[in-house]
């Protein structure tokens, strides 16, 4: 059974850092995993896409996280990272890892990570 376990939430002041790290434990074919990424949910909002990688290295950001943002992967460890630079409290929301198995069309979530950002 494949989980991934994300790490790296937290609480910090507008203009801090944090770094969010998902990992997947369980078997799980590094070739099968198409892209990769993060989403997250803000209180009373949908769920919506922050950055997405895919096995090839492209990456994808919202217009909200472009120029703060930054996406990386490591396909053999099938790990994701964000690195969110330059917090601000509408960054305030639960962040959601995926992956993406394009070989079965099957999308796994990790059970998702606070990161709270204070005015």
Do not use: H
């Not at 997250?40 to 909002?45: D, E, F, I, L, V």
């Not at 969110?84 to 198995?101: H, I, K, R």
């Not at 079965?104 to 990570?113: F, L, S």
């Amino acid at each position: 059974q494949v989980q991934l376990v994300e790490s790296g939430g937290g609480l910090v002041q507008a203009g801090g850092s944090l770094r969010l790290s998902c990992a997947a434990s369980g078997t799980m074919s590094s070739l099968s995993i198409s892209a990769m990424g993060w989403y997250r949910q803000a209180p009373g909002k949908q769920r919506e896409v922050a950055a997405t990688i895919t096995r090839g290295g492209n990456t994808n950001y919202a217009d909200s996280v472009k120029g703060r943002f930054t996406i990386s992967r490591d396909s053999a460890k099938n790990t994701v990272l964000l690195q969110m630079n330059s917090l601000q409290p509408e960054d305030t929301a639960v962040y959601y890892c995926w992956f993406y198995n394009g070989i079965m069309n099957y999308a796994y979530w990790g059970q998702g990570t606070q990161v709270t950002v204070s005015s």
